[in-house]
């Protein structure tokens, strides 16, 4: 499961380079520089999974998914708040909310 943890961080890492309009489009109405922020945000998210992935890393890479989780909740919040801008289902944005406390939970399986 933790290498399945650490492939979904670095997918989504590298989806920050390919769809970077849509993590924007989530934090510009309410953080400076959200193109930097994204593309910043996805080299994280790609070193904080391969840094799960690594034994002698894992219990640090975990701690960081955990605190990246916590930073990156407003904007999922700010996405749901505005569900009119999306394309998704408000129920949806607002479901995704608790699945956040499962990923972190998760995280702290390899502390």
């Not at 909310?97 to 702290?108: E, R, T």
């Amino acid at each position: 499961m933790v290498y399945l943890m650490g492939l979904m961080y670095i997918a989504g890492g590298i989806y920050h380079f390919v769809q970077p309009r849509f993590y924007i489009k989530m934090i510009r109405n309410f953080l400076p520089y959200p193109a930097f922020i994204v593309y910043l945000s996805g080299v994280i998210e790609i070193l904080l999974g391969i840094g799960i992935c690594i034994p002698a890393t894992r219990s640090l890479a975990a701690y960081g998914v955990i605190l990246l989780l916590i930073a990156i909740f407003p904007a999922n919040i700010n996405m749901a708040w505005h569900a009119d801008q999306w394309k998704y289902s408000p129920i949806i944005l607002w479901l995704r909310l608790p699945l956040q406390f499962l990923l972190i939970w998760w995280a702290y399986q390899y502390v």
